[in-house]
């Protein structure tokens, strides 16, 4: 009997340790900053004190072991357990499944046709589906603990009134972070941007890879991950908004035919947007505006082209190279960037007398 006490309460201590030590974890790599790891590690190792001394304990109580005060506080576990215990486990598990339930439940709900297209109708169900997440799994915990504390006996109508005052107090000292959910919410509203869409954020641009309300996380196009406060953001530009546009510019030498070079570009122009392989691409026609500058080595030619959401890049990277094979078969000459230096009658050097 003493051997099965001894392997039960060294499994449970094992499985509590592992599961709070996994769960400081998880809200480590929920902070943005990496300054907060030692402290959510110091807290693991507190954890797993607070599971060591609670095993000893009732182990002490259960084998009547002559070791004080740890058979004292195994008699008061014992008795917890028995009374408040089971119904407190209890709503953690049912707490911990209705947590991990939230992202299925919200996976389940439709998604639509065109999932595979960078429209807004896609991005704005990602969003909330991320903002829902979001908030169901706050509102799980926060239901759970507050039943867990009733468990406990604790007021919680005196905790949830104390919690008011304290949460007016602290407002006054967390003013960013009620700007940065209200500017979420308002983001969100208005449908400004979303998970998937392109945005350039002040000096840093990328793909819009989270949001929720209290911040927006930009992937740039080197991997790295940008976390920017919702409150901080004044303005912002999205590149995937509806429709996109590729402008192509392209010089070509002064002794070139401007007609002629027109009519090159229009005609390849065309060839593109009909081209089977590209043609879902497109929203509308190609426009040859004609002579945008008059460079100072060459003539540039501006080409427009309406492309779906973030395939701008990739229509004006392959025009670029379909126009430059063009102009080479033509004979058309694409210039060096190239200066024209005069030279006057050479400087006389004269030396004067001592």
């Known amino acids: 009997m003493a051997a099965l006490h001894i392997a039960l309460t060294l499994a449970a201590v094992v499985l509590l340790g592992r599961l709070g030590a996994r769960l400081l974890g998880r809200l480590a790599a929920l902070t943005p900053s990496t300054q907060d790891d030692a402290f959510f590690r110091l807290l693991g190792y507190a954890w797993w004190g607070v599971v060591v001394v609670a095993g000893a304990s009732y182990l002490s109580h259960a084998l009547s072991l002559p070791y004080e005060p740890l058979a004292t506080w ?17 709503i953690l598990l049912a707490t911990w499944t209705a947590y991990r339930l939230v992202p299925l439940l919200l ?31 706050v509102a799980v915990v926060t239901v759970g603990g507050l039943l867990f504390l009733s468990n406990l006996g604790l007021n919680v109508t005196a905790l949830l009134a104390g919690a008011g005052v304290a949460g007016l107090a602290i407002s006054f000292a967390a003013q960013n972070l009620i700007r940065d959910f209200i500017n979420g ?21 990328g793909v819009v890879e989270k949001f929720n309300l209290r911040l927006t996380v930009l992937r740039d196009l080197e991997g790295k991950a ?23 510019d392209v010089r070509v030498a002064y002794k ?18 009909q081209d089977p392989e590209w043609q879902d691409k497109f929203t509308n ?10 460079a100072d080595s060459a003539v540039v030619i501006r080409t427009l082209f309406g492309t779906k959401p973030a395939q701008q ?42």
């Open 185 to 205: 919410f308002f983001i969100l509203l208005e449908d400004q941007y979303g998970v998937g869409d392109i945005v350039k954020v002040g000096d840093l641009d």
């Open 74 to 90: 195994g008699r008061s576990l014992v008795a917890w357990l028995g009374g408040k215990g089971v119904a407190g486990g209890a």
């Open 285 to 294: 026609p190609p426009e040859v505006l004609g002579v945008q500058d008059l």
């Open 226 to 248: 940008h976390f920017i406060p919702n409150s901080q953001i004044q303005q912002v530009t999205v590149f995937t908004q509806e429709w996109s546009r590729a402008v192509v």
């Open 107 to 137: 996976q389940s709900l439709p998604l639509p046709e065109t999932e595979g297209e960078l429209t807004r109708q896609a991005v704005r169900t990602k969003t909330l589906r991320n903002v829902s997440e979001s908030a169901l799994k």
């Open 313 to 354: 890049w990739a229509v004006a990277r392959e025009f670029r190279r379909r126009i430059k094979k063009r102009l080479d078969q033509e004979g058309v000459e694409i210039p060096f960037p190239h200066r024209t230096l005069y030279f006057g009658e050479p400087l006389r050097v004269v030396k004067e007398a001592p």
């Open 256 to 273: 070139e035919d401007v007609d002629r070079v027109l009519a090159i570009f229009r005609d390849e122009a065309e060839r593109f947007f």
